[in-house]
């Protein structure tokens, strides 16, 4: 007899724990399939958790060697990548086994196995020694993430040491002397600044002739710059054609984007880091006639239901960006439209944060595609260098900008460089949602002295005159 469920959630990340929980709130019965020994995805194990807690540690360490000492304080700081690395495993197992406290606290059931789709109403878990157990459900939520892409065309030999994707590049055992990044996305910078960072000589190779591709033009060309005075290396309008292992490390072969010579290079560690893929993989969707759309995506309407009735899809596994947040709310939303409530999300405001140093934080619209759009609109800048806080804590690097709409002072997009610009950017965040103005923000008293006070300023910026500046 199998068990019988309102939810069946196939995948424990970001969009499908969420998902789950939000739904168990609103009284459905529910059970999660996730085929790793641990919930929360791809984020919590391997992706964002892991990575945040490198990114602030190494951060921490490059502060000690560059900035304690124009601070006063004389240190000579000396790494322990162990122990480190330990910090990152005990900040995700915190976060994991969190996720494992709420199912139990929301009564959910946490099924480990691979489940597969047998048709809608049915999902069949395998467990890791071949057992098979059936779940009998009214609707089924497809939240299976993404995995690595590899390079477009380019056979890739991921061997885990020396040619490694982002799941392996968290947990190097010594730090490299020379890495080679293939791609200078989200992914890449983070990643090439954690080790950067700790002592690697980085290079990022990127097929675009800018990093960040999708971000605001200004806010890539100086987030740029100030990689590159860190010491990063950039070659940029390069197609990387081949990645393979060599001499106990790996080399990389790239050719101009826009034709010319092929170069070689050649690194300790190459990290490929050039996008993410949806993983339908042993769903079982195609024998259950669920439908794909060309990027291999399963395709859905605006309720997030799949062509067939009772199956639905969330998070990277369908179109729009892969983010972690994009997905909760979708999760949220889908919870919602299940236990017949109006579930929503306004893809017009979703924040996108870069977690280097400095943060780059987008909501919005570019200017490029304001330009492209025909839309009128204007900007209001504010450099980091005239903030009274950021120049006590010598965090002077960046700038807030605003792009409004012209006629109506609207804000219709927000990018920000700067220390904190990842907490920032919520405050142009709920301006959006609410179709607030720049005149709006810039009319609410900020407290003196902080960061967010660059933010008014910008605001000010827009519409009228910044006071400092
Ligand atoms: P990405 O799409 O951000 O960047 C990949 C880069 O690789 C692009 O700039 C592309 O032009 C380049 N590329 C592709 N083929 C190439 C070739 N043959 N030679 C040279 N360059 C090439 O992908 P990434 O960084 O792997 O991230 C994957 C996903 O994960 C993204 O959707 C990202 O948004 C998400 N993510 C988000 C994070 C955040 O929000 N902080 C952190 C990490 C990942």
């Known amino acids: 007899m199998a068990d019988t469920y309102d939810l069946v959630v196939i995948g424990s990340g970001p969009g499908g724990y969420v998902g789950a929980i ?5 009284g459905l019965k529910v059970a999660v399939v996730e085929k790793r020994k641990t919930y929360g995805g791809t984020c919590l194990n391997v992706g964002c ?4 807690a ?4 190494s951060e921490m360490f490059a502060e000690a060697q560059h900035s304690f000492a124009d601070l006063g304080i004389e240190v000579a700081p000396k790494l322990d990548l162990a122990k480190m690395l330990g910090h990152k495993d005990k900040t995700v197992k915190a976060n994991v086994d969190g996720v494992a406290f709420l199912f139990k606290k929301n009564k959910i059931d946490g099924i480990t196995g691979t489940g597969r789709i047998k048709a809608a109403g049915e999902v069949e878990v395998t467990g ?3 057992t098979t157990r059936s779940l009998a459900t009214k609707a089924i939520c497809i939240a299976t993430g993404s995995a690595v892409a590899g390079i477009p065309g380019v056979s890739v030999a991921f061997d885990g040491t020396t040619i490694v994707s982002s799941d392996d590049a968290i947990a190097l055992k010594t730090v490299p002397q020379t890495m080679i990044v293939v791609g200078g ?5 983070e990643l090439g600044s954690v080790w950067h960072r700790l002592g690697a000589k980085v290079t990022v190779v990127e097929y675009l002739d800018k990093v960040l591709g999708p971000m605001d033009g200004d806010v890539s060309a100086q987030f740029q710059k100030m990689m590159l005075k860190q010491g990063l290396e950039f070659r940029l309008g390069a197609k990387v054609t081949a990645v393979e292992a060599a001499d106990g490390g790996a080399r990389v072969t790239f050719e101009p984007v826009k034709g010319g010579a092929a170069e070689t290079l050649s690194a300790d560690v190459v990290l490929v880091a050039t996008g993410r893929k949806p993983y339908t993989e042993g769903l079982g969707l195609q024998e259950a006639g669920v439908a794909l759309d060309g990027m291999g995506r399963v395709e859905i309407d605006a309720h997030y239901a799949t062509n067939v009735p009772g199956i639905y899809a969330i998070g990277d596994v369908v179109k729009g ?3 972690a947040h994009k997905a909760e709310d979708e999760g949220i939303a889908l919870a919602e439209i299940l236990a017949g409530q109006a579930g929503h999300v306004n893809y017009g405001v979703i924040p996108s944060v870069v977690y280097t140093s400095p943060e780059v934080a987008s909501i919005g619209k570019t200017e490029e595609e304001l330009k492209k759009e025909g839309v009128a609109y204007a900007v209001g800048k504010f450099p980091f260098t005239a903030n009274g806080r950021a120049r006590a804590m010598l965090h002077t690097d960046g700038f807030v900008k ?3 709409d012209k006629a109506t002072d609207r804000v219709l997009g927000c990018h920000i460089v700067g220390f904190g610009a990842g907490d920032m950017i919520h405050e142009a965040a709920v301006l959006m949602e609410f179709g607030g103005s720049a005149e709006d923000l810039a009319r609410t008293c900020h407290a003196h002295p902080t960061l967010s006070e660059a933010v008014r ?3 000010f910026a827009a519409f009228a005159k910044p006071i400092h500046i």
């Open 402 to 404: 605003f792009l409004t």
């Open 185 to 189: 996305g989200v992914i890449g910078l």
């Open 22 to 26: 939000k739904a168990a709130q609103l």
């Open 128 to 130: 890791e020694d071949g």
């Open 54 to 57: 490198l990114l602030h540690a």
């Open 457 to 459: 300023e910008a605001a």
């Open 49 to 52: 958790i892991p990575s945040k």
């Open 321 to 323: 960006p892969m983010l």
